[in-house]
């Protein structure tokens, strides 16, 4: 039979740590919901309804995970490795000034591309793309930070080349995924009612219609799956990623590029992907492409199932058989641990050896295929090495 202690400074020393594991669990707990509250407005909503059955009904999705999944095996990077890289930082990662801007912008997009084709790169994979008469705006990010609060998070390098309220009429806008740095709240709000139609893949459509889009105007696509704009069928093509916003959303909308498809031009843009045999079958499928726009920024050993390098970002313009390659995904955010200006020059040293033509617009350019700017107009070395002497890194795909 058990008894009460009835010795009363060891009742108070009881209370005593009793009360102090509370002030732990309160001190942990209140950061946790405040930073959940003050990020909640940006974070979307998830699927519900006949948005949520037709997910289910994707070949993508995977009822018993409750989860969209890759075609091949993806290992999600470690938490613990990323943080331990982060917490030892590198040098480099970004620009000791803002890089330079294309100025004018909006007057060069006052005429139509005389070709037929015209791709405008506004920072990292933020595009306007124009290609026979449609007039699409890809992956908008004019938010200062990529994040879902205003106070923390990766903040840009760079003031956004063209001012939203310069842009000009869009016919749509197209999103590859929901991480923050490719969907941004704060773009969405303010182009929900300018924009006539949002093209998605399954599942985003839930984050638009909670900032205000109609749902109308949504439009969701699975792989393979595609859309018309005035003659111009936009195809979401398969990619190698992941999606989430938060802790408990993994995976629980759709990720994808696009395909740009004319009577006589044709662009594509990769999205987020790591290499995977789905370019081969892109290429026999949809292109040749006139233009790729490759992500080629942000890689790591730790996230190379979900990320290319920009040896494979070369490997997967030839893949798709792309002419002229825009490398995207990097000149904005520091959200890796290379040096800001390494994507571009081990993607042109990449280039060089494949015979690949690379288009190098300043922020705010554009290329009118087939002519390509090739100004380096960032910095010749960066702080701590030239490119030349930068190690070769491997992709963890070797």
């Known amino acids: 039979m058990s008894r009460v202690s009835t010795d009363p400074a060891r009742a108070r020393r009881r209370r005593r740590r009793r009360f102090a594991l509370a002030v732990v669990a309160l001190a942990i707990a209140l950061p946790v919901a405040g930073g959940y509250l003050t990020a909640r407005p940006n974070l ?178 699975d792989w393979w799956e595609s859309h018309e704009l005035h003659g111009v069928r936009l195809v979401a093509t398969p990619a190698r990623h992941f999606s989430g916003r938060w802790l408990d959303d993994r995976n629980a909308t759709l990720w994808a590029g696009w395909a740009f498809i004319g009577a006589e031009r044709r662009a594509y843009y990769s999205g987020d992907t790591a290499m995977f045999p789905g370019f081969r079958e892109i290429g026999r499928r949809l292109g040749p492409f006139d233009i790729t726009m490759i992500e080629s920024g942000q890689y790591n050993q730790l996230w190379a199932d979900v990320h290319l390098g920009p040896e494979q970002a070369v490997q997967a313009h030839q893949d798709v058989g792309g002419r002229l390659m825009l490398p995207v ?46 100004e380096r107009w960032w910095p010749p070395e960066t702080p701590w090495q030239t490119a030349a002497e930068a190690p070769v890194r491997s992709s963890g795909l070797d």
């Open 44 to 221: 979307g909503a998830r699927a519900t309804g006949a948005r949520l059955e037709r997910a289910h009904q994707s070949p993508q999705y995977d009822v018993e995970r409750g989860a969209f999944v890759n075609t091949l095996p993806t290992i999600d990077p470690e938490l613990g490795p990323v943080l331990r890289a982060w917490w030892e930082g590198a040098p480099g990662t970004s620009p000791e000034s803002p890089p330079p801007l294309q100025r004018h912008v909006a007057e060069a997009l006052a005429e139509p591309p005389a070709g037929g084709l015209r791709v405008t790169w506004l920072g990292h994979s933020t595009l306007i793309v124009e290609l026979e008469g449609a007039r699409v705006l890809v992956d908008p990010v004019w938010g200062e930070r990529c994040s879902p609060w205003s106070f923390m998070g990766p903040s840009r390098f760079h003031a956004p080349p063209l001012p939203l309220d310069q842009l000009p009429p869009l016919d749509a806008v197209v999103i590859s995924h929901d991480h923050y740095d490719h969907l941004d709240a704060f773009s969405i709000r303010a182009l929900a009612e300018r924009v006539p139609t949002f093209i998605v893949p399954l599942g985003v459509g839930a984050h638009l219609e909670a900032w205000g889009v109609a749902t109308a105007a949504i439009v969701e696509l």
């Open 329 to 374: 995904h990097w000149g904005t955010f520091e959200l890796a641990l290379h040096s800001w200006t390494e994507p571009v020059e081990r993607v042109l040293a990449a280039a060089e050896a494949a015979g690949v033509t690379v288009a190098t617009p300043m922020l705010g350019q554009s290329v009118e295929p087939p002519r390509s700017p090739t």
